[in-house]
């Protein structure tokens, strides 16, 4: 599954799922765009990659601010080419109760879970239409078929996002670029472990009996990255371990 140096944004890539992705993409050689506001976990993940062979770049970048991701985009294709891969994965998933959530806490979430990856997608689009080659894969959540408990405004802006990739992908159809997302389901990472959940008693409850692992979703990713993948758009790789189906 060779992605011939095709040049790929992974946004939050540097914990988690996002270096899992970014890591496997390399491995995919692909040269990687590590995108996060988190300037010590960008850097450790192009360390990773770079250890593994593969080429990277590490950009601090807040992904809910237009200037900042139109600038983050310049910098990529100055020092890497044109986008052809984009993986929209940062997010944040605060827990508060319906009545608790302030307006600002609300347009937090909906900014850099919905809008970001509504922005970026504008910025790096033309350079994969203009290839008639793209490739767009949205880090959606399997909450928005279960809902979750005191995540009204990630809940909604993962299913915001999920309605963004199934209308571009009908409206791209034609391009060359696809659209699809990949809702996690319990995968082992940071943002799993601040959750107010007991991670191993919860994890018997699952049909696998065990959360996922960054890489799971990584792989899922790889896939719809792929050459492989081309009559693919639209679509939903739900990685969950078997817990929600259809
Ligand atoms: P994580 O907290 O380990 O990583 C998220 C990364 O996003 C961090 O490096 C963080 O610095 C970065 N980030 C946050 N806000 C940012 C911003 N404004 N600009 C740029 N970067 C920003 O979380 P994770 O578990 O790896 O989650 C990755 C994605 O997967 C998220 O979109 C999350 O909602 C989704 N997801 C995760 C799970 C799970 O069980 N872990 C389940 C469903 C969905």
Redesign the pocket.
Known sequence: RSLNGKVAIV??A?????RAIAIRLAEDTAKIAI????AE?AAETARLVEAAGGTAIALT????DKAAIQAAAEETRAKLGPVAILVN?????PFTPFMDIDDDLFDKVIH??LR?PYLLTKEVLPDMLAAGWGRVIN?????VQSGSFAQGHYVSS?GGLMGMTKALALEFAASGVTFNMV?????D????RAAPIDVEAFAKTLPMKRVGK?EDIAAACAYLASEEASYITGQTISTNGGRYMG
């Open positions: 946004t939050g540097g914990s988690g799922i996002g995108w996060d506001i988190n976990g970048v807040d992904c809910s994965n940062a997010g944040i998933a850099i879970n970001g880090i959606t959540s399997s909450s993962k809702p996690p389901g319990f995968i990472t940071p943002m799993m960054p």
